[in-house]
């Protein structure tokens, strides 16, 4: 239940049988389904979770109870790191209430660390604290780049980008969750969907 966790770390940084041993127990497995809320706005984000299995959510509702997809999570070979991870993640950094919720689109597994263990193995493991440092890049770079995609990205090169980084969840993630979190309607969504399908058959 840990195999794939040890493996990614291993992606980025080496980890000896010690260092691992101290990683692993501060680990534990929890499993949600379909429709749990893991995480609610306004709640300290006091766990890490590494996603094994599954598909949940991150999202914010606005004064009208419409909700907005931040972020999706899921582990295929087209996840990054900002995927792979329930978490919102400045929250969690700075241990002050959080503005996103979090739900479970389809049966989870995950991989959970608490706040308190995450610097135990910081400040015990000279590789776990590097790994942490290489999280917050790639949060910071996350951020940066969803702005700079509303700002500058059409809506069909916005929905392309996500269709050839992520094409899993075209066909797993309901429609109105990714037209929110792609910035458009779902019925503008679909008109992409269409016309991004018509030029792959014409290939």
């Known amino acids: 239940m840990f195999d794939k966790y040890r ?5 980025y940084i080496p980890m000896n049988i010690l260092q691992w041993g101290i990683v692993r127990s501060r680990l534990s497995v929890r499993r949600y389904v ?12 006091s766990q890490l979770m590494y996603i ?25 070979h087209n996840s990054s790191m900002t995927n ?3 978490v919102d993640y400045a929250s969690f950094l700075s241990q002050t209430p ?3 919720y979090i739900d479970v689109i389809e049966d989870c597994e995950v991989v959970v660390t608490d706040y ?8 015990h493991t000279k590789n776990g604290d590097r790994f942490g440092r290489l999280m917050s890049d790639e949060a910071y770079k996350y951020m940066h780049n969803q702005a700079i995609q509303r700002q500058t990205r059409t809506a069909t090169q916005r929905f392309e980008q996500f269709a050839t980084d992520t094409p ?9 969750h990714i037209a929110t979190l792609l910035g458009i309607t779902p019925q503008h969504l679909s008109r992409l969907k269409s016309e991004y399908k018509a030029k792959q058959d014409d290939k």
């Open 52 to 76: 094994n299995s599954g598909l949940a959510r991150a999202y914010t509702i606005d004064e009208n109870g419409r909700d907005y997809t931040w972020a999706i999570y899921f582990n295929d």
């Open 84 to 86: 792979l991870f329930v």
């Open 7 to 11: 493996e990614f770390i291993q992606r």
């Open 116 to 123: 308190k263990d995450v610097q135990y193995i910081y400040d």
């Open 168 to 176: 899993y969840l075209l066909q797993k993630v309901p429609q109105y």
């Open 98 to 100: 959080s503005q996103l």
């Open 34 to 45: 379909k429709g749990d809320i893991i995480h609610h706005m306004g709640d300290v984000c």
